[in-house]
């Protein structure tokens, strides 16, 4: 056998942006896809050969926003000002490890704490098992703002410069920015913005002149406006509150389709014991999902797993059903974490499709998920890089 080539077989195919049926062949090399055969042929003599059976090959899925220095179980403030390095660390890996074996082969990381996610994006480049890594560091937030205790205070237009230009020194893959509060920081408000037009303009500014792109942190309308207009690359949760509840504003949405704003939707669902503020907030953000997805803005599902108990690093499959039952269709839907998400991290041509010249991150489920989204959860197999993550046994 030639063992730097293999081949991979399974009955059905989506290869980030279309479904194909019938007997699908993968061949890699390197780590690299090199061809995709839809024939039915052999594969080329001396090539090892790995028949998944009666499953569909996708890309393997792109969480565009996780936390993994976060424990969805823990008390994350007390746990991020206390714990040492090498427990974060530990913790870390295993969030990854569980997000590797649910099929989510690339992880961009939109918070952490000391840049300890590009520490362990060098582990998983140095040949350790692992997804792919894409880190922020910690994002930059206003003096005792949303997640402070990552430690990315910046107050000012010369504090916010100086970080981005810090993180584009410890080569971050990104700028996270918290444009507005959130919800998950004591006292803080994600009604209110915790910068303004000017310090937003001037962060992404640096940060694009030093090749980085910048995605921010935003629920309230009058930070999205304001992020939108300083030229970022992306709005994180983009739920649009005002004072008198949330209402999508037609202007900005309009704004983003024309500049090609990314948005990630961080899926939330509606739970027994929310807070009445939450649950009122919820129906419609949706309903603005959607209505920005049908007006031509670019719409990722992602997941900001870590950041309570329903939120675990394996969480992207299930959030994507729930995705598509409110937003898209079952192919769009999976475009959003195949191909969309990829393009929004920086890594289309790369990530998140089955073609040639691709890297060769590969899921297999059970079933056909463009015909039932559920499919998407029972993951058969996984291959990172070309290499086995997981098999089902």
């Given at each position: 056998m030639d063992d730097s080539r293999s081949a991979i077989r399974a009955a059905r195919l989506f290869d980030g942006v279309t479904a194909h049926d019938g007997p699908v062949m993968v061949l890699v090399d390197g780590g690299r896809i090199t061809d995709v055969d839809l024939t039915g042929a052999n594969p080329p003599e001396g090539v090892a050969v790995t028949d998944l059976g009666d499953v569909t090959l996708l890309p393997g899925l792109v969480d565009a926003h996780s936390h993994l220095v976060f424990d969805p179980s823990g008390p994350t403030e007390q746990q991020m000002v206390h714990d040492d390095d090498a427990t974060v660390?530990?913790?870390?890996?295993?969030?990854?490890?569980?997000?590797?074996?649910?099929?989510i082969t690339t992880v961009r990381d939109l918070g952490d704490r000391g840049y300890l996610a590009l520490r362990l994006r060098e582990e998983y480049a140095d040949g350790a098992l692992g997804p792919q890594i894409l880190a922020a560091?910690?994002?930059?937030?206003?003096?005792?703002?949303?997640?402070w205790y990552l430690g990315g205070e910046a107050d000012g237009t010369e504090q916010a410069v100086a970080a981005v230009e810090a993180r584009a020194r410890r080569g971050t893959d990104l700028v996270k920015i918290m444009a507005t509060g959130?919800?998950?920081?004591?006292?803080?408000?994600?009604?209110g913005a915790q910068y303004s037009l000017a310090e937003l303009r001037a962060v992404t500014r640096t940060a694009h002149g030093l090749g980085l792109p910048v995605t921010a942190h935003a629920h309230a309308a009058s930070g999205i406006a304001d992020a939108v207009a300083a030229g970022v690359d992306g709005i994180e949760h983009c739920t649009f509150m005002t004072p008198s509840g949330v209402r999508m504003d037609p202007a900005t949405v309009d704004a983003m389709a024309?500049?090609?704003?990314?948005?990630?939707c961080t899926v939330v669902k509606p739970r027994a014991g929310m807070p009445d503020e939450v649950l009122r907030t919820i129906e419609p953000y949706w309903e603005n999902q959607a209505s920005m997805h049908r007006r031509g803005v670019r719409v990722v599902c992602c997941t900001d797993a870590g950041i309570n108990p329903h939120k675990p690093h394996d969480v992207l499959p299930g959030d994507l059903v729930y995705f598509a039952s409110q937003v898209a269709t079952n192919t769009e839907a999976l475009v959003s974490v195949t191909s969309l998400a990829a393009e929004s991290c920086g890594l289309a041509g790369r990530k998140g499709r089955v073609a040639a010249g691709y890297d060769a991150d590969l899921l297999a489920v059970a079933g056909d998920p463009v015909r039932d989204i559920g499919a998407i959860r029972a993951v058969r197999a996984v291959h990172r890089a070309g290499l086995p993550a997981f098999r089902e046994p």
């Open positions: 660390l530990a913790r870390m890996r295993e969030h990854a490890a569980r997000a590797l074996r649910a099929g560091g910690p994002p930059i937030t206003r003096g005792g703002g949303h997640c959130g919800m998950s920081t004591r006292g803080s408000d994600p009604g024309a500049a090609g704003t990314f948005v990630g």
